[in-house]
T-cell receptor
């Protein structure tokens, strides 16, 4: 497809469960970003990948959150032992390259996670 | 820290009215500034950007000027349309910082 895609679009889970959220970036984009958007707030940075490596994971709130990008394309955000406070829309973005603020980030439609 | 503060909404205007959405920033260094728009049911889209002081970003009739002296990047449009109804986010990014810092968003509703 032409844009960033994310699956699933909605995920409902129970407190304490494990979830995986997937992001397919635009083909050829080397940089990939994860954000979290809580209700009524702007997106909040979680982690940035340049290629396969996590170049900046300073936004991950705690060690229950982890993300991988093993082949430098698709990325998976993993949340262990989910809590109700993890409920939010998780956004993925990609850009042609990272390391500079000049590269436009293209956002996916997001995954709405609800933890009951 | 680096942050963005934008005008709280919601904002409701009649078609063809003038729009201003205020945005101010705090940053160590010289950020690039952005306005993103989120239409109902869609993902965030870049609306316009400015990378240095006094630059003016423009797109689809929207404009914003990077004002270093007032640390502002206010969004304006001379005549809004119903199709402009959306949530608008101001954001900044610093060189070598790969995270965008977003404001809380301003919901705009334009009535016919």
């Amino acid at each position: 497809g032409a844009g960033v895609s994310q699956t699933p679009s909605n995920k409902v889970t129970e407190k304490g469960k494990y979830v995986e959220l997937r992001c397919d970036p635009i083909s050829g984009h080397t940089a990939l970003y994860w954000y979290r958007q809580s209700l009524g707030q702007g997106p909040e940075f979680l982690i940035y990948f340049q290629g396969t490596g996590a170049a900046d994971d300073s936004g991950l709130p705690n060690d229950r959150f982890f993300a991988v990008r093993p082949e430098g394309s698709v990325s998976t955000l993993k949340i262990q032992r989910t809590e109700r406070g993890d409920s939010a829309v998780y956004l993925c973005a990609s850009s042609r390259q990272g390391g500079t603020q000049y590269n436009e980030q293209f956002f996916g439609p997001g995954t709405r996670l609800t933890v009951l | 820290g680096n942050s963005v503060t934008q005008m709280e909404g919601p904002v409701t205007l009649s078609e063809e009215a003038f729009l201003t959405i205020n945005c101010t920033y705090t940053a160590t260094g010289y950020p690039s500034l952005f306005w993103y728009v989120q239409y109902p049911g869609e993902g965030l889209q870049l609306l316009l950007k400015a990378t240095k002081a006094d630059d003016k970003g423009s797109n689809k009739g929207f404009e914003a000027t990077y004002r270093k002296e007032t640390t502002s990047f206010h969004l304006e449009k001379g005549s809004v349309q119903v199709s402009d109804s959306a949530v608008y986010f101001c954001a900044l990014s610093l060189y070598n910082n790969n995270d965008m810092r977003f404001g809380a968003g301003t919901r705009l509703t334009v009535k016919p």
